[in-house]
C-alpha cells in the first residue's frame, strides 16, 4: 500500500487498527446496514478503498446499482432457462 494510504479491512489486526481504527470501519458498515445498501464487509472495505484512491463517489453509486441492475436481470434470464428447460423436460415425458 502507499505511503498516506489507508486500509479498510473488516479484519481486526494490529495493523488494520493502525491504519484505521476498527471502530469507524465498523460505523460504516452499521451506516451501511440502517441504509439498508446491502454491502456486506468486504464489498464495503473495496469501496472505501477506491474512494480513498480518488474514485469519484456518484461514479461508483453509479457502477454498483449497474451491476446490481445486471446481475438482477442474469438471475432472472437464467431462472426463465431453467423454467423453460423444466417445462420442456415434462412435455417429453408427457408424450412418451
Known amino acids: 500500500m502507499e505511503a498516506g494510504r489507508t486500509s479498510y479491512k473488516a479484519g481486526g489486526s494490529k495493523q488494520d487498527a ?7 470501519f465498523e460505523a460504516a458498515l452499521e451506516l451501511s446496514q440502517i441504509l ?3 454491502l456486506d ?3 464495503l472495505s ?5 474512494l480513498d484512491c ?6 461508483l453509486a453509479t457502477v454498483v446499482r ?11 434470464a437464467v ?7 423444466g417445462t420442456a423436460v ?3 415425458r408427457a408424450r412418451q
Open 36 to 38: 439498508d445498501t446491502g
Open 90 to 92: 415434462a412435455s417429453t
Open 18 to 24: 493502525i491504519e484505521v481504527p476498527h471502530r469507524a
Open 54 to 59: 480518488g474514485v469519484n463517489p456518484e461514479a
Open 79 to 85: 431462472e426463465r432457462v431453467n423454467v423453460a428447460s
Open 41 to 43: 464487509k468486504e464489498t
Open 66 to 76: 449497474e451491476l446490481r441492475r445486471e446481475a438482477t436481470e442474469y438471475a432472472a
Open 46 to 50: 473495496v469501496l472505501l478503498e477506491l
